[in-house]
T-cell receptor
Framework: AQKVTQAQTEISVVEKEDVTLDCVYE???????LFWYKQPPSGELVFLIR??????QNEISGRYSWNFQKSTSSFNFTITASQVVDSAVYFC?????????????FGDGTTLTVKP | NAGVMQNPRHLVRRRGQEARLRCSPM?????VYWYRQLPEEGLKFMVY????????ESGMPKERFSAEFPKEGPSILRIQQVVRGDSAAYFC?????????????FGPGTRLTVT
């Protein structure tokens, strides 16, 4: 069975602070994909990043960066110099090749509030 | 190329009525997935369909819920005799053949409210 745990239910920071959202996953498959999505107050899902299990390189995109560590089954997301517009619910998700392709497992999300 | 479209965006039903949620996948996508997001929770997989076939319905409640993806037209998620606990956001995603494990495009969701 697959599982994604986002232990932080809510995080509140002040603008310009850095913030890290944690994601820990469980899977028995060797080939899998990890995702982060943003859900702003408007409710839609915004895709942020995909990482496959064979690529442990960290990635940076502007103020966003991701740290994938297979050894600890973690895929953490850091926002540098946070802004009010970053306020949203962030979801980590997992899908694997051997488990019915396309059946993504989502964490329960972390609600990030960035105060001015 | 238009994205995944879902309608209606908001749907209000009284207890006992039927709810029909529609999902039009992106052009060229023949695979559709439905997810449900209960308040304060993450998305939960419901069903995975290809044209005219249900591939995996392991996340569908056993009663009152059904899904189809006909040869022509949108995918439909049908909820019969709705109850208050069905109030949720229902998201549809689509993918081209063979890519669903790493590439799903999500629609804007349908927010169902049962009164």
């Amino acid at each position: 069975a697959q599982k994604v745990t986002q232990a932080q239910t809510e995080i509140s920071v002040v603008e310009k602070e850095d913030v890290t959202l944690d994601c820990v996953y469980e899977t028995r498959d060797t080939t899998y994909y990890l995702f982060w999505y943003k859900q702003p107050p408007s409710g839609e899902l915004v895709f942020l990043i995909r990482r496959n299990s064979f690529d442990e390189q960290n990635e940076i995109s502007g103020r966003y960066s991701w740290n994938f560590q297979k050894s600890t089954s973690s895929f953490n997301f850091t926002i540098t110099a946070s802004q009010v517009v970053d306020s949203a619910v962030y979801f980590c998700a997992l899908s694997s090749l051997n488990t019915n392709a396309g059946k993504s497992t989502f964490g329960d999300g972390t609600t990030l509030t960035v105060k001015p | 190329n238009a994205g995944v479209m879902q309608n209606p965006r908001h749907l209000v039903r009284r207890r006992g009525q039927e709810a029909r949620l529609r999902c039009s996948p992106m052009k060229g996508h023949s695979h559709v997935y439905w997810y449900r997001q209960l308040p304060e929770e993450g998305l939960k997989f419901m069903v995975y369909l290809q044209k005219e076939n249900i591939i995996d319905e392991s996340g569908m409640p056993k009663e009152r819920f059904s899904a189809e993806f006909p040869k022509e037209g949108p995918s439909i998620l049908r909820i019969q005799q709705v109850v208050r606990g069905d109030s949720a956001a229902y998201f549809c995603a689509s993918s081209p053949p063979g890519t669903g494990v790493y590439e799903q495009y999500f629609g804007p969701g349908t927010r169902l409210t049962v009164t």
